[in-house]
Protein backbone atom coordinates (compact mmCIF):
# COMPACT_ATOMS: atom_id res chain seq x y z
CA UNK A 1 0.00 0.00 0.00
CA UNK A 2 0.67 4.08 -0.63
CA UNK A 3 2.43 5.49 2.05
CA UNK A 4 1.36 8.59 0.65
CA UNK A 5 -2.28 10.06 0.62
CA UNK A 6 -4.28 10.19 -2.49
CA UNK A 7 -5.09 13.68 -4.17
CA UNK A 8 -6.24 14.05 -7.32
CA UNK A 9 -5.87 16.96 -9.37
CA UNK A 10 -7.65 18.43 -12.54
CA UNK A 11 -4.32 19.00 -14.72
CA UNK A 12 -6.39 20.11 -18.15
CA UNK A 13 -10.14 19.81 -18.78
CA UNK A 14 -11.54 20.80 -22.55
CA UNK A 15 -14.84 19.96 -24.10
CA UNK A 16 -14.46 15.78 -24.21
CA UNK A 17 -11.27 15.74 -22.59
CA UNK A 18 -10.08 15.55 -18.74
CA UNK A 19 -6.68 14.65 -17.37
CA UNK A 20 -6.18 14.33 -13.52
CA UNK A 21 -2.98 14.08 -11.47
CA UNK A 22 -3.18 11.05 -9.12
CA UNK A 23 -0.92 11.51 -6.40
CA UNK A 24 -0.04 8.27 -3.89
CA UNK A 25 -1.70 5.90 -6.43
CA UNK A 26 0.30 3.33 -8.81
CA UNK A 27 -0.18 1.04 -11.50
CA UNK A 28 -2.76 -1.07 -9.89
CA UNK A 29 -5.39 1.73 -9.15
CA UNK A 30 -4.69 3.41 -12.69
CA UNK A 31 -5.25 -0.11 -14.53
CA UNK A 32 -8.07 -0.81 -12.57
CA UNK A 33 -10.11 2.41 -13.84
CA UNK A 34 -8.91 2.68 -16.73
CA UNK A 35 -9.98 -0.79 -17.76
CA UNK A 36 -13.61 0.21 -16.41
CA UNK A 37 -13.38 3.54 -18.24
CA UNK A 38 -13.64 0.91 -21.71
CA UNK A 39 -16.80 -0.06 -20.91
CA UNK A 40 -18.35 3.06 -21.47
CA UNK A 41 -19.41 3.56 -25.15
CA UNK A 42 -18.86 7.27 -24.91
CA UNK A 43 -14.89 6.79 -24.01
CA UNK A 44 -12.78 7.23 -26.77
CA UNK A 45 -9.45 6.81 -25.03
CA UNK A 46 -8.42 6.05 -21.60
CA UNK A 47 -5.24 5.38 -20.25
CA UNK A 48 -2.36 6.88 -18.09
CA UNK A 49 1.29 7.61 -17.80
CA UNK A 50 3.77 7.51 -15.31
CA UNK A 51 6.96 9.66 -16.12
CA UNK A 52 8.97 7.84 -13.36
CA UNK A 53 8.39 4.72 -11.95
CA UNK A 54 10.25 5.36 -8.46
CA UNK A 55 9.54 9.28 -8.61
CA UNK A 56 6.55 9.66 -10.95
CA UNK A 57 2.63 10.09 -9.85
CA UNK A 58 0.01 8.82 -12.63
CA UNK A 59 -1.65 10.98 -15.02
CA UNK A 60 -5.08 9.64 -15.97
CA UNK A 61 -6.24 10.76 -19.58
CA UNK A 62 -9.79 10.26 -20.79
CA UNK A 63 -10.93 11.25 -23.86
CA UNK A 64 -14.57 10.99 -24.87
CA UNK A 65 -17.19 11.77 -27.56
CA UNK A 66 -18.22 15.04 -28.48
CA UNK A 67 -21.64 14.65 -26.60
CA UNK A 68 -20.41 12.63 -23.36
CA UNK A 69 -18.95 14.79 -20.47
CA UNK A 70 -15.48 12.78 -19.10
CA UNK A 71 -16.26 13.66 -15.53
CA UNK A 72 -20.22 12.53 -15.67
CA UNK A 73 -18.05 9.20 -17.36
CA UNK A 74 -15.57 9.38 -14.72
CA UNK A 75 -18.73 9.19 -12.26
CA UNK A 76 -20.31 6.63 -13.37
CA UNK A 77 -17.27 4.55 -13.58
CA UNK A 78 -16.87 4.99 -10.28
CA UNK A 79 -20.01 4.28 -9.23
CA UNK A 80 -20.06 0.49 -10.76
CA UNK A 81 -16.50 0.18 -9.25
CA UNK A 82 -18.00 0.61 -5.69
CA UNK A 83 -20.57 -1.70 -6.63
CA UNK A 84 -18.11 -4.22 -7.96
CA UNK A 85 -16.42 -3.76 -4.61
CA UNK A 86 -18.96 -3.91 -2.27
CA UNK A 87 -20.29 -7.69 -4.03
CA UNK A 88 -16.54 -8.47 -4.25
CA UNK A 89 -16.61 -7.45 -0.13
CA UNK A 90 -19.62 -9.33 0.24
CA UNK A 91 -19.20 -12.71 -1.26
CA UNK A 92 -15.42 -12.61 0.92
CA UNK A 93 -17.71 -11.78 4.21
CA UNK A 94 -20.50 -14.90 3.14
CA UNK A 95 -17.01 -17.26 2.88
CA UNK A 96 -15.12 -15.75 5.91
CA UNK A 97 -17.70 -16.28 8.61
Request: glycine residues 6%; hydrophobic residues 30%; proline residues 3%.
Amino acid sequence: LSQIPMEISVLKEEKGKLKLGIKGETHTFCNYIRKELWSDQAIKTAGYNIEHSLTGHPVLIIETDEKADPKKVLQKTVERLKKQNKELRDQFKKILK
